[in-house]
């Protein structure tokens, strides 16, 4: 079996913050499974947000913009497993986050309405994990794991998240539960 692609991007505006901990436990164990990792730290890369100006849908396949969201762009269609983790900021992914994310509009057909079965530019058979946290206390903050569950199903990613709340934001924070998610999924995953 082939080398499992994991593209591994970190949206906390803290290198090591409790998702980038969390999101790491994934990608450590899937490294020890035999997984080939590429991480990204969004908060240490120049990349605007999406434009609005629709050339990868009128010029192009790809988004236009050529900065450091590029590459990253770029790996999502080589990847087999792709980790998206953010915090959870007033409601919503941290803006490091959010702003990478509207640049995947580029992964979607022009003529998605018309064939939203075929919506994603995305080779299929990839899996997306999705991991959120939060000092609020669960269930706070589900629509916006919906929301993202939702976006990333269109993208043609099988879906798995781990939503991590009722934590502190100081560094030393205890994740260990989550930790453990992470590395059963990378378990599960790479085989």
Wanted: net charge neutral; with cysteine; glycine share 8%.
């Amino acid at each position: 079996m082939a080398q499992p692609i994991i593209l591994n991007i970190l949206g906390s505006p803290r290198k090591n913050g409790t998702t980038a901990r969390i999101a790491n436990s994934f990608v450590e164990t899937a490294t020890r499974r035999g997984a080939q990792v590429t991480s990204y730290y969004l908060n240490g890369l120049h990349y605007r947000g999406c434009q609005g100006c629709e050339g990868c849908h009128t010029r192009s396949e790809r988004c236009i913009l050529r900065d450091d969201a590029t590459q990253i762009l770029e790996g999502i269609y080589l990847a087999d497993i792709v980790v998206f983790s953010a915090p959870i900021y007033f409601g919503d992914t941290c803006g490091q986050f959010k702003s990478f994310y509207d640049r995947m509009w580029s992964l979607i057909r022009p003529d998605y309405l018309d064939h939203p079965d075929e919506a994603s530019r995305l080779p299929p058979g990839k899996t997306a994990l999705l991991i959120l946290s939060q000092a609020d206390d669960h269930p706070a903050h589900l629509d916006a794991q919906e929301r993202y569950r939702l976006y990333l199903g269109t993208y043609g990613f099988s879906v798995k998240t781990i939503m991590a709340a009722g934590l502190s934001m100081r560094p030393n924070t205890d994740i260990s539960s989550y930790a453990a998610q992470a590395e059963q999924l990378a378990r599960e995953l790479i085989l």
